[in-house]
């Protein structure tokens, strides 16, 4: 056996409810009169009167003593479990039941009060409501004791879901001590033993009429009985929650309210965990014990963590940062209660590595009795189960928490050997009922699912759980345990480096969360409808400068959408199940609103309250359930109504591609699909509704919030036989994501639409068809390396080229313009790239490496998060596809240029069109058609060159004409390339481009450490420069170089001409290469026409010759 330490410190166990408020049972004066409801007992002589609250505003007077107002939604101020016949009232809020009678209220047993007669010894009183037990009605006199009487008027009705509580007005003459009982009282409903109060909130099982329900008042000899009926009615917010159904609610603000007094119940709810767990007085105030100096750091190796409201409650906070960094308050500790109790650490304060204060050891000896609800170790020893635990060079997990119990508990602990709980023997180990589970999250893949299974079934028995967490990062299996403790994951502690440092925990008790109280401020708001704004204090779509608009709405919306997405991400549905009521009731509330939006908006004509409902509903979206109503107006993203679709069943076989390929089906508004993976594929993957960015929609644009804001869903994650089911209230295109690419999967789609989808040419008739019936308002067609999802109009006109008549066609224009050359241009090798010997023999001559890209790029022809195209994968836009649309490839153009390309003082877009160019080009090449390319300003450029010859100082000339625009950068860069050309030394000019992105991702990977550059410096012609110099070269440098490099010309001389400054360290390593000098020559192309071939004709640009006739 192990040998046994006791435990240091006290602790305080639940058996006492804390006082929270003002006013306790043992105020009562003898002889006194107590008016004030529960903030006095009804002892010798005393009066307590009272009244009752439903929660729903009403207020009762209950006899001739008056009674106060009740407090509109309250209870009382008591909390619903509040009247344990074996505990003291608790009392949540100030003032006590100071509603339930008016403070002036004066009983002086004068006979004026008909239920209080001493002059006579007879029991007086209703056959109902008030009266006393007949058969100790048999003493005469003065000197015999008279029973006490009891008298109120509780309300008759309560609802379902709301707090109820009632405090009946007694007297005894006698001044005897007063106990009372509930007799008949449906199982919700409590009593205070010392003062009468019931309470409790009843449920959906309890609907219907309670009768007979009996307070009993007791003098110890004599009772009375106050008798009464209570109708349990119906909740329309409770049945909400329950079924999910917004709709049954006829006022959101009935929601509203009832998640504001959500929040305010569950400020409270741990309070006695923390009484507990620091050993703090029953009032919550600290004492000479008490733990208000924890230290803890849980070293870089830890995870931040996050609580869920409602569900559990963050203990431990960090407060202090090492290395100087930024202090932050987050979370490494979490607790809480359901079918069992748990807690859950960012870190391990039991191993040996990281540091912990005596308070952190003692808190952790509190948690395990807390955890287990007992602390008699010396009499029935503490039986544990260990699992998943790392024992590694670095984190000494299983031996180190096995040392530490052996410290403190000595012989009064077992627990099983390492690694004999693990994987699929934990479901044996948890049989034995331990006293506790101390898990992490070190597993293999293949048992993560049957562990979760196995604690979450150990928890529904009862079985208390602690988790230390292991590393910084999350495994799968601890993703997986995180989302059964309804914990969530922030990041690596790695990068912040926080801890705790004298932490005290009185400073959060009772306080609700930052990200909590900008929710209450939020539905303040809305249940108050009393926003309202000065727009004007907008700059276009910025409104950030709106007086109260951050934070009267925006922080809590982003809390909201926050709590949202991380549910879609866990896929879990929360109105499949109990609990989770701030959740269900924000996601109802959005439900709620979303019903009645409609578009268009305008943050100045539209009420402003409406605005917001309506921006809330966005936030709010929550798909990962089966009742999500469609939205009926959706404005210009997509119709809402789909009944003249037929929904199939539909299996889709693909090979996985980063980062994303359409699945070729349509999720309709409303509808819950099920998607079952079939195959058994070594690949991640996700799906999701929707390609569309947030910022695509413009709700501050004028008269621009025209659609819902957040159309695209979360991405739902799905493993090899797994079925996922959601709803998207607005419908769309679903997605595949992959984690990897070249794997085969399938899918199978239930109850999902076919829209116009065309995969290959067998789809061409199939596809036209679709559009011309034109059933959806969305068209997708995906190529290998490119995909278009596009709204129906656009695609038509998209068709309408007589370029591209048919899907085969536009397809195949796809890959050839937007995928092969805008590729082959950025240095790339890949599927659908053709391999150019002029660059590649380059890259294999310097023995550099041709970079891999094989992924999936997309547009959405819709309308565009910036300007009137946006980039990014995907870019959306305005306008409608095409392959050889300057505008697309623009876009896609912006993913692939270097901003080490763009000269000092160069416009962004100098560096962005050369893609659209090249293909533009090649499809002159191709079809001998207008390639329509941009027009550059050559001549204009040309004459600053010349007229500067003459200048006393040449390049103080051309840097006062200011040649930094676009169109100035690209027409430098497009004669470079004809330089090479022109000198013999490209084949085509253009390949100057592709060579340089080689030798910048090379340059960039020998970045990585001295070896690496030392090794690479000289293949990529910088063998002069260090490894710091390398890092800290500014474009100019860099671009006198690499172009000198990549045309095997002295570029030196000719970027002086354009007043292209260099420093000597890059002129010193031009120098060493040797080459002839690119000369002082200029190619005289019209505007456009570089984009029929580069092979122009030369002038010199001596002052002396001009532009010629073109």
Request: charged share 20%; aromatic share 10%; proline share 3%.
């Amino acid at each position: 056996m192990l040998r046994f330490h006791p435990l240091a410190g006290s602790i305080l166990l639940a058996s006492a409810i804390a006082l929270t408020g003002c006013g306790s049972d043992d105020d009562a004066k003898i002889g006194g009169n107590n008016s004030g409801g529960d903030n006095g007992s009804a002892v010798d002589g005393g009066t307590t009167s009272g009244g009752s609250d439903t929660g729903n505003g009403d207020t009762n007077s209950d006899d001739s003593n008056g009674s106060g107002d009740a407090n509109d939604g309250e209870s009382d101020g008591d909390s619903a479990t509040d009247g344990d016949s074996t505990g003291g009232d608790s009392v949540d809020g100030a003032g006590g039941d100071d509603d339930d009678a008016s403070s002036d209220s004066d009983d002086t047993s004068d006979g004026d009060d008909a239920s209080d007669d001493s002059s006579s010894g007879d029991d007086t009183g209703s056959d109902d409501d008030t009266g006393s037990d007949d058969s100790d009605d048999d003493s005469s006199g003065s000197d015999a004791n008279q029973p006490p009487t009891i008298s109120g008027t509780p309300s008759p009705l309560a609802k379902e879901g709301d707090p109820f509580s009632f405090t009946p007005t007694v007297n005894d003459i006698d001044g005897d001590t007063l106990t009372f009982q509930l007799v008949n009282g449906p199982s919700w409903m409590s009593i205070n033993a010392n003062t009468g109060k019931v309470t409790g909130s009843p449920s959906a099982d309890d609907l219907g009429m309670a009768k007979g329900i009996v307070i009993r008042v007791s003098d110890g000899e004599k009772s009375a009985d106050l008798k009464f009926d209570l109708e349990i009615a119906f909740n329309p917010v409770e049945q909400a929650i329950r079924t999910g159904d917004a709709l049954v609610v006829e006022n959101s603000r009935d929601l509203a309210s009832a998640a504001l007094r959500t929040i305010e119940a569950n400020r409270t709810r741990y309070n006695q965990a923390r009484i507990d767990l620091f050993q703090l007085n029953t009032d919550g105030t600290a004492k000479g014990d008490s733990l208000t100096a924890i230290d803890w750091d849980p070293t870089h190796d830890a995870a931040q963590i996050s609580a869920m409201f409602g569900e559990n409650e963050a203990i431990l906070i960090s407060n202090a940062a090492n290395e100087g960094k930024t202090v932050y308050n987050r979370g490494f500790g979490v607790i809480g209660e359901d079918d069992a109790r748990y807690m859950v650490l960012g870190g391990n304060p039991m191993r040996e590595r990281g540091s912990a204060n005596e308070q952190m050891h003692q808190f952790m000896q509190n948690a395990i009795v807390w955890l287990t609800g007992r602390n008699n170790f010396d009499a029935q020893p503490l039986k544990l189960v260990m699992a998943q635990m790392d024992e590694s060079y670095w984190f000494h997990d299983a031996t180190g928490v096995r040392k530490w119990l052996d410290q403190r508990y000595g012989e009064n602990v077992s627990y099983n050997a390492q690694g004999d709980c693990d994987g699929s023997k934990l479901a044996d180990c948890l049989n034995t009922n331990p006293d506790l589970l101390i898990i992490s999250q070190k597993s293999d893949e293949a048992d993560v699912d049957a562990i979760t299974a196995t604690v979450a079934a150990a928890m529904a028995k009862g079985t208390p759980v602690l988790y230390l967490h292991w590393d910084g990062n999350l495994t799968s299996l601890g993703g997986k345990l995180f989302t059964l403790f309804n914990v969530s994951y922030q990041e690596d502690n790695y990068w912040k480096r926080l801890y705790l440092s004298g932490y005290d925990s009185i400073d959060d008790m009772g306080k609700i969360p930052e990200s909590v109280t900008h929710v209450k401020t939020m539905l303040t708001h809305f249940e108050n409808e009393d926003y309202a704004f000065d727009w004007s204090a907008c700059d276009g779509e910025n409104c950030s400068a709106v007086s109260g608009l951050n934070a009267g709405f925006f922080e809590g919306a982003d809390e909201v959408r926050s709590i949202m997405s991380n549910l879609d991400k866990s896929k879990m549905d929360i109105f499949a199940n109990e609990g989770k009521r701030y959740q269900k009731l924000l996601a109802l509330l959005g439900d709620h609103y979303r019903a009645s939006a409609t578009y268009p908006m305008d943050k100045i004509t539209t009420e402003d309250n409406a605005f917001l409902k309506s921006l809330y509903a966005d936030y709010s979206v929550y798909n990962y359930r089966a009742l999500n109503p469609a939205q009926k107006d959706m404005g210009n993203f997509s119709r809402s109504n789909f009944d003249h679709v037929s929904t199939v069943t539909k299996t889709i076989d693909m090979e996985s591609k980063r980062y994303f390929r359409a699945a070729g089906v349509y999720a309709l508004p409303g509808h819950t699909v099920k998607v079952t993976r079939l195959d058994s594929a070594d690949v991640a993957t996700s799906i999701f509704v929707n390609t569309q960015r947030s910022g695509a929609t413009h709700q501050f644009e004028k008269n621009g919030y025209t659609r819902p804001k957040f159309l695209q869903t979360p991405k739902f994650s799905i493993k090899s036989g797994e079925s996922i089911t959601f709803t998207s209230a607005y419908g769309g295109p679903v997605q595949i994501e992959f984690g990897g690419n070249g794997k085969n999967v399938s899918f199978r789609f239930e109850n999902v639409g076919e829209h116009p989808f065309w995969n290959g040419e067998e789809d061409n008739a199939s596809f036209e068809q679709a559009l011309a019936q034109g059933d959806y308002d969305w068209a997708e067609l995906v190529t290998p390396g490119f995909e278009v999802h596009s709204k129906l109009d656009k695609m038509r006109k998209s068709m309408q080229d007589e370029n591209w008549k048919t899907g085969a066609a536009l397809a195949a224009g796809t890959m050839r313009y937007i995928h092969n050359f805008p590729h082959i241009l950025a240095g790339f090798k890949g599927p659908g790239i053709d391999v150019v010997a002029e660059i590649h023999d380059f890259a294999a001559a310097h023995s550099l490496e041709i970079e891999h890209i094989d992924i999936v790029k997309h547009m959405n022809a819709d309308q565009a998060t910036c300007g009137y195209g946006c980039s990014g994968n995907p870019y959306d836009a305005y306008w409608e596809f095409s392959p050889i649309g300057h505008g697309d490839i623009h876009e896609l153009g912006h993913g692939l240029e270097r901003g080490r390309f763009r000269f000092n003082g160069w416009d962004g877009h100098a560096s962005t069109n050369p893609y659209s160019y090249y293909s533009k080009s090649h499809y002159y090449i191709d079809t001998g058609k207008n390639p329509d390319c941009q027009s550059l300003p050559f001549e204009s450029m040309f004459n600053v060159l010349r007229d500067s010859v003459s200048e006393s100082n040449p390049q103080a000339y051309v840097q006062s004409k200011k040649l930094t625009g676009w169109s100035n950068g690209a027409g430098i860069t497009v004669q470079m390339m004809m330089t090479a050309q022109g000198e013999g030394k490209l084949n085509d000019g253009w390949n100057l481009l592709p060579r340089l992105h080689i030798l910048d991702r090379n340059f960039n990977s020998a970045l990585a450490s001295e070896e690496a550059w030392s090794a690479a410096k000289a293949n990529l012609g910088f063998s002069q420069y260090s490894l710091d110099e390398a890092k800290s070269i500014n474009s100019n440098d860099w671009m006198t170089v690499a172009v000198s490099y990549a045309t095997g010309l002295d570029f030196r001389d000719y970027l002086s001409m354009w007043a292209l400054p260099f420093s000597a360290k890059a002129s010193a390593q031009v120098a060493s290469f040797s080459l002839p000098v690119a000369p002082r020559k200029y190619y005289a192309s019209g505007g456009d026409k570089f984009c029929y071939g580069l092979d122009k004709p030369s002038i010199l640009v001596d002052g002396v010759q001009t532009w010629p006739s073109l």
